[in-house]
């Protein structure tokens, strides 16, 4: 059974471009979560999709957006970029919703220059 | 909102039992995860407690009292392969009625031989 698979592994932008990134659930999984992990902030939430609609956020602001396809491939937008926005960002599956177990991604390594 | 604190970091003896402890504040407790995360890697689920008391799952052990907001993990007859940040994170309810998952910044335990 694959496991969940983020896309692109590393990525460099500029401040001011703007960022995809793509996560691939587990097979069956509904739930996709997204997290930016920073070493001095930890692990933290940023959205959760459940059949195509987001159903939880955490406090990022409007530049940080996702969406969620039919089959459950999840990605993730960031706009503007700032120096700020470097970090590890992980995405989680889940096979009904984030009080389940979740299944982390590789993450993408985000460096903003 | 939600907060968790765990010590940053700990050191323990290969073959040794260590303890970390994770102590949290949030609205609508609904759950809490123990992860593991490798230098590099995604983190890995460990446990889940919901109820007050301990659950064991091999040389893991986790404990939850929710009328304190305390929880630790127990690591039993170390290994060096144990050597890994340790992720607390609660499961609760946002200002809008939302779930969110919070992260606590981790423990980096490392063994020593």
């Known amino acids: 059974k694959a496991g969940v698979t983020q896309t692109p592994r590393y990525l460099i932008k500029t401040r001011g471009q703007q960022v995809t990134l793509s996560c691939s659930p587990i097979s069956g999984h509904r739930s996709v979560s997204w997290y930016q992990q920073t070493p001095g902030q930890g692990l933290q939430f940023l959205f959760e999709?459940?059949?195509?609609?987001?159903?939880n956020k955490g406090n990022f602001p409007g530049r940080f957006s996702g969406r969620q396809f039919s089959n459950s491939r999840s990605e993730m937008n960031v706009s503007t970029l700032e120096l700020g926005d470097s970090a590890l960002y992980l995405c989680?599956?889940?096979?009904?919703?984030?009080?389940?177990?979740?299944?982390f991604g590789q993450g993408t390594r985000l460096t903003v220059v | 909102g939600q907060n968790i604190d765990q010590p940053t970091e700990m050191t323990a003896t290969e073959g040794a039992i260590v303890q970390i402890n994770c102590t949290y504040q949030t609205s609508g407790f609904n759950g809490l995860f123990w992860y593991q995360q490798h230098a590099g890697e995604a983190p890995t689920f460990l446990s889940y407690n919901v109820l007050d008391g301990l659950e064991e799952k091999g040389r893991f052990s986790s404990f939850l009292s929710r009328s304190k907001g305390y929880s630790y993990l127990l690591l039993k007859e170390l290994q060096m392969k144990d050597s890994a940040s340790y992720l607390c994170?609660?499961?609760?309810?946002?200002?809008?009625?939302?779930?969110?998952?919070?992260f606590g910044t981790g423990t980096r335990l490392t063994i020593i031989p």
């Open positions: 999709y459940f059949s195509e609609t987001q159903r």
């Open positions: 989680a599956s889940n096979p009904t919703g984030i009080n389940t177990e979740a299944f």
């Open positions: 994170a609660v499961r609760g309810t946002t200002n809008f009625g939302n779930e969110k998952l919070t």
